[in-house]
């Protein structure tokens, strides 16, 4: 099939321009001409924080075919983008942020019009976290445009389908960085060091880990992200206010991917606290580099990891729940079992069936 992506890519950082990156290229392999429609102005300038990695330092290879066309202040471009879109068979909108991208989409999938099974939405949030009245709106106005919607959980499926009749379908995340090594021995030396990784917001429940740490001496905890809004600044006061300042490395700002294997190898274990979730790649991404992972019980993470055999789940929002994990992750011979059962990656055939799922067309 003639395939058309409308979603953000190298030079725009992050997981998601990571996702429609890998999505272009496995779309290729599995024999379908691409092309990908991208951003010229993503955001407006109230967004906190860069939004790009360096141009000469590509995360992923970059995908060839792609038209950075597109800006948030710009609706006759919006519109005249969606006509030759007509062309494609089919139409894939990645999606995360109705505040924004809900005027775009919306007034490009009524320019395409209803098409059959063409017009495909994928959820990476089928609503944004902190999300308002207007993002219900939003999302409603664009997945009814859809002809198919994609979640990455069936947590998300049932929340799109209180939103739209369009069919919902569901397709595990899977993961992008899928060439590093899995090198490290299960019997390696404890480092007594915890690692949080990825964009620092409230709902991903730092806070939380911090409370816990402090009811487990020795161990050590290094957090690696750009902070949202005020974050850094909370995160410091109250890592003094716990006395946490000999014990807790702050490494504020984008973690490129160049730098992401040294981080990982000085980790015991990746630690998840959040108080709610969607899907994350990050559990994949520490079984990637032989980390095991201690993550609540939310989204999609139940499912990514065996609770006790590659990792330990607990509860969300809960400081004692995730101090007595830590403790237990440190018992003799607990980290070293977690360590030893990592599943090998299985990255080809989740990619396989992704594509499937979108390129079947069908809705469940």
């Known amino acids: 099939m003639r395939i058309a992506i409308v979603g953000p890519t190298h030079p725009y950082k992050g997981g998601i321009a990571q996702h429609t990156t890998e999505l272009a290229h496995r ?8 092309s990908l429609v991208s951003w010229k102005a ?12 360096p141009t000469d330092k590509p995360e992923l290879p970059p995908f060839t075919s792609i038209k ?18 007509n062309k494609f068979d089919q139409v894939i909108f990645i999606w995360w942020v109705p505040t924004i991208q809900g005027p775009v989409y919306f007034s490009m999938l009524k320019a395409l019009g209803k098409r059959g099974s063409r017009n495909i939405v994928i959820c990476h ?4 976290h902190s ?28 929340l799109a389908k209180s939103l739209t009749k369009t069919p919902v379908s569901v397709a595990a995340l899977p993961e992008f960085f899928t060439d590093q090594p899995r090198a490290r021995p299960a019997k390696e030396k404890l480092h ?8 620092v917001r409230h709902y991903k429940g730092v806070d939380v880990l911090l409370r816990a740490l402090s009811a487990v001496p020795k161990v050590r905890l290094t957090i690696a992200g750009e902070m949202w809004g005020k974050q850094g600044a909370k995160l410091q006061g109250l890592i003094s206010e716990l006395k946490l300042d000999e014990r807790v490395t702050l490494q504020p700002g984008y973690v490129p991917a160049s730098d992401i294997a040294k981080l990982f190898s000085g980790a015991d274990a990746l630690v998840l606290p959040y108080r709610t979730a969607t899907a994350t790649q990050n559990i994949g991404l520490a079984f990637a580099h032989g980390v095991p992972v ?10 990514q990891l065996r609770d006790g055999m590659d990792g330990l789940l607990c509860e969300p929002g809960d400081a004692t729940s995730l101090a007595e994990a830590i403790k237990h992750f440190y018992e003799p011979e607990v980290a070293e079992k977690l360590r ?5 990656s299985t990255a080809d055939t989740d990619w396989h069936n992704y594509i499937r799922t979108i390129t079947n067309r069908s809705g469940s």
Do not use: C
Not at 125 to 128: A, G, T
């Open 27 to 34: 779309l290729v392999r599995a024999g379908h001409e691409v």
């Open 42 to 53: 993503q955001y407006p300038f109230f967004y906190p924080g860069d939004q790009f990695v």
């Open 68 to 85: 950075r066309v597109l800006s948030w202040k710009n609706p006759a471009g919006w519109i005249r983008w969606a006509r030759r879109l």
């Open 125 to 128: 949030n089928v609503i944004q």
């Open 131 to 158: 999300a308002g009245p207007v993002d219900r709106q939003l999302t409603r106005l664009v997945l009814n445009r859809a002809d198919t919607v994609i979640t990455h959980t069936s947590a998300q499926a049932k």
């Open 192 to 199: 007594y060091n915890l690692l949080f990784f990825g964009l």
């Open 294 to 303: 201690i993550a609540t019980k939310v989204g999609s993470m139940p499912g």
């Open 340 to 344: 030893a059962n990592i599943p090998a």
